[in-house]
């Protein structure tokens, strides 16, 4: 039974390009989580993925978007990219939108912003 | 803004000795998590606390949460080589979970064979 699988694993882009990072949730669950982690801090929540839609956002401007596709699988986009972008960006899944039985997360991608 | 504050902010003991780690929060919660992450990798999932309970084991792990006082507190028995890892409580305030979880800057266990 697969994990939470997030692709690809590391990924070196320039100041001001676009990126997606996509992320495949746990078998059997169907909500996704994206945050976003410094180094040396904790995970930021940048937004949650839910039937398709984008129920609640984080603190993080407009350049950061998100889809969810039917199979519950998700992506992140991040346009105009900044060198602050550059963290681990990690993926949660959990069975609906609650998470009260905690949340799976991915190994992350790395992006680091140039 | 990271809601969550775990002390101490680095921890080195030795194998075999008991790990006690502390988290302090700012607002009402839903539930407590703790987390593990090895290496800035992913986070791996110890144990959820919910708001009416006090205590909660798991193995070698025991965590206590007092909402009064808004503080969370995870000790890890016999530790082992392994448990090195940076450790991180999340709280979840409600709202249906939607908000996300708010992480603290975590603790950073050695154990030191």
């Known amino acids: 039974d697969a994990g939470v699988t997030q692709s690809p694993t590391h990924l070196i882009k320039t100041r001001g390009q676009q990126v997606t990072l996509r992320c495949s949730p746990k078998?059997?669950?169907?909500?996704v989580s994206w945050y976003q982690q410094a180094l040396g801090q904790g995970p930021q929540f940048i937004f949650q993925?839910?039937?398709?839609?984008?129920?609640q956002r984080g603190n993080f401007p407009d350049r950061f978007s998100g889809h969810q596709f039917p199979n519950y699988s998700s992506e992140l986009n991040v346009n105009a990219l900044l060198l602050g972008d550059s963290a681990l960006y990690l993926c949660?899944?959990?069975?609906?939108?609650?998470?009260?039985?905690?949340?799976?997360f991915g190994s992350g991608t790395r992006l680091t912003v140039v | 803004s990271q809601q969550g504050e775990e002390d101490p902010q680095a921890l080195s003991i030795q194998e075999g000795e008991n790990a006690t780690m502390n988290c302090s929060y700012k607002?009402?919660?839903?539930?407590l998590q703790w987390y593990r992450q090895n290496s800035g990798r992913g986070l791996v999932h110890l144990i959820l606390?919910?708001?009416?309970?006090r205590e909660k084991h798991s193995g070698r792990l025991r965590v206590t949460l007092d909402t009064s006082k808004k503080s969370s507190s995870l000790l890890i028995t016999a530790s082992r080589a392994a448990d090195t890892a940076s450790y991180f409580c999340?709280?979840?305030?409600?709202?249906?979970?939607?908000?996300?979880?708010?992480f603290g800057k975590g603790t950073h266990l050695i154990i030191q064979p």
């Open positions: 606390i919910r708001s009416n309970e």
């Open positions: 949660a899944s959990s069975l609906g939108p609650g998470g009260n039985y905690g949340y799976t």
């Open positions: 999340a709280t979840d305030t409600g709202g249906g979970g939607a908000d996300g979880l708010t």
């Open positions: 993925y839910y039937e398709e839609e984008e129920r």
């Open positions: 078998s059997g669950h169907d909500t």
């Open positions: 607002t009402s919660i839903n539930n």
